[in-house]
Antibody
Framework: EVQLVESGGGLVQPGGSLRLSCEAS????????MHWVRQTPEKGLVWVAR????????TYADSVKGRFTISRDNAKNIVYLQMNSLRADDTAVYYC????????????WGQGTLVNVSS | QSALTQPRSVSGSLGQSVTISCTGS?????????VFWYQQHPGKAPKLMIY???KRPSGVPDRFSAFKSGNTASLTISGLQAEDEANYYC????????FGSGTEVTVL
């Protein structure tokens, strides 16, 4: 059974940093692209970043480019999201998701971790 | 990139059909076959319902169908069930991803 479990969320001050983790199980982790997607009541779902299986190919949303870094440790089956220079509008529930085979959709999602950027 | 446009809410009675539209542009929905639909119940993670415009993942009931015409994609739920009451989001991939604004489906 595919499982994705996020952790690392919490309260952080504006300008601060936070690293989210997503531990994967139930599939051959290194073979799949992985994503981070965030959600707020106001903006709904917003895609954040995408990373290929060997950890080299990345794509970011313009709103996080230069501030966030997606990476992975295939030995530990974990994908990370390093978030720097955090702003109030980064406050959201952050989901990690697995990209399906053969196309660009995300077929499994974790339950999310809440990031609250506030002073 | 602006969010794709969806109606805020739609409703239908048990057994009826509802259709949710998702309007983008020639740069996203109109450009590629990569349109996806997700269902999300409150407090839960999104669930993939449709991929590549009109394909259903294993386990998704065939009363969920979808198509695309020009810059607009649509999701139809036929034979509405109580468990279909949820939020639905479209999504388009065109190098990066853009989601729709979300539609709340209410079963009367």
């Amino acid at each position: 059974e595919v499982q994705l479990v996020e952790s690392g969320g919490g309260l952080v001050q504006p300008g601060g940093s936070l690293r989210l983790s997503c531990e994967a199980s139930g599939f051959i982790f290194s073979r799949y692209w992985m994503h981070w997607v965030r959600q707020t009541p106001e903006k709904g779902l917003v895609w954040v970043a995408r990373l290929n299986g060997d950890g080299v190919g990345t794509t970011y949303a313009d709103s996080v480019k230069g501030r966030f870094t997606i990476s992975r440790d295939n030995a530990k089956n974990i994908v990370y999201l390093q978030m720097n220079s955090l702003r109030a509008d980064d406050t959201a529930v952050y989901y990690c998701a697995r990209e399906g085979s053969g196309s660009y959709y995300t077929d499994y999602w974790g339950q999310g971790t809440l990031v609250n950027v506030s002073s | 990139q602006s969010a794709l446009t969806q109606p805020r809410s739609v409703s239908g009675s048990l057994g009826q059909s509802v259709t949710i539209s998702c309007t983008g542009s020639s740069s996203d929905i109109g450009a590629y076959k990569y349109v996806f639909w997700y269902q999300q119940h409150p407090g839960k993670a999104p669930k993939l319902m449709i991929y590549d415009v009109n394909k259903r993942p294993s386990g998704v009931p065939d009363r969920f169908s979808a198509f695309k015409s020009g810059n607009t994609a649509s999701l139809t739920i036929s034979g509405l069930q109580a468990e279909d009451e949820a939020n639905y989001y479209c999504c388009s991939y065109a190098g990066t991803y853009v989601f729709g604004s979300g539609t709340e489906v209410t079963v009367l």
